[in-house]
């Protein structure tokens, strides 16, 4: 698929990934619809996406909820006349121990509280968002691509039951969807990244990010950048249809 002159939306757009994503679309000429609850970090996104030429409007909305996933697509679908691609990438941390001991002692354990709100936004905004674009692509008839943002951490990570679930499900999702939307002309795909180099990571503590970077054979974290170009090849290579692409310097959980 040509970006150009094509409309995108994108999940999280307010920084790491989903911004890093939404420029690199814009550079090829798409127009975006630009989604998070960050309106502020939002606005940094959208100033950068516009210096490129494009057509840019945000909208902040709760992917998490029905109602409002529902009113987003088709706002967008009023605001641009056409959706022809999306980009899942929104999503949380609540990373915890199933069970916490000390001393052979219960300290703690994971809330459900915590479970479900990863679930909430990682998984089932991922499902809301997809179910709402494939029926606005279906319905305009645009040969259309989505973007799932799983993880490697969907083989299991360890102090992730919620987040390594709900990024299992997201690649489960994106293969059945690969499979009953390839007849309307959807290709749908996921990239599967590792340690990215996002303010997050960035955040942790050094002896800790120094671990988790010596165990990369490749020695280095992924930049954002990568990651982009990665989701630019999914969109562009028209052949390419529920995969799971991991992007981890040949890291594997």
């Known amino acids: 698929m040509e970006l150009k002159s094509k409309t995108v939306l994108v999940t999280g757009a307010a920084r790491g990934l989903g911004a890093a994503i939404a420029k690199g679309v814009a550079a090829q000429g798409a127009?975006?619809?630009?989604?998070?609850?960050?309106?502020?970090?939002?606005?940094?996104?959208?100033?950068?996406?516009?210096?490129?030429?494009?057509?840019?409007?945000?909208?902040?909305?709760?992917?998490?909820?029905?109602?409002?996933?529902?009113?987003?697509?088709?706002?967008?679908?009023?605001?641009?006349?056409?959706?022809?691609?999306?980009?899942?990438?929104?999503?949380?941390?609540?990373?915890?121990?199933?069970?916490?001991?000390?001393?052979?002692?219960?300290?703690?354990?994971?809330?459900?509280?915590?479970?479900?709100?990863?679930?909430d936004v990682n998984l089932t905004g991922v499902f809301l968002c997809g179910r709402e674009a494939a029926e606005h692509m279906i319905r305009l008839g645009a040969a259309g691509c989505m973007i799932n943002l799983s993880s490697i951490s969907r083989a299991g990570n360890f102090g992730q039951s919620n987040y390594s679930a709900a990024k299992a499900g997201v690649a489960a999702l994106t293969v059945v969807w690969s499979k009953e939307l390839a007849r309307h002309g959807i290709r749908v795909n996921a990239i599967a990244p590792g340690f990215v180099n996002t303010e997050m990571v960035a955040s942790m503590r050094p002896e800790i990010l120094e671990k988790a970077v010596a165990n990369i054979p490749l020695g280095r974290l992924c930049e954002l950048e990568e990651i982009a170009h990665t989701a630019l090849y999914l969109f562009e290579n028209d052949y390419v249809d529920g995969r799971i692409i991991e992007i981890d310097g040949a890291l594997r959980l």
Not at 52 to 60: A, E
Not at 86 to 105: F, H, P, S, W, Y
């Open 31 to 119: 127009d975006l619809a630009l989604v998070d609850l960050d309106e502020t970090s939002l606005a940094d996104t959208q100033r950068t996406c516009e210096e490129l030429g494009v057509t840019v409007r945000n909208y902040g909305t709760n992917v998490a909820n029905e109602a409002e996933v529902i009113a987003l697509f088709d706002q967008v679908v009023q605001d641009f006349g056409r959706l022809d691609g999306l980009v899942n990438n929104a999503g949380i941390l609540r990373d915890g121990l199933l069970v916490k001991t000390e001393d052979g002692q219960i300290t703690d354990k994971m809330s459900l509280e915590d479970w479900q709100a990863v679930i």
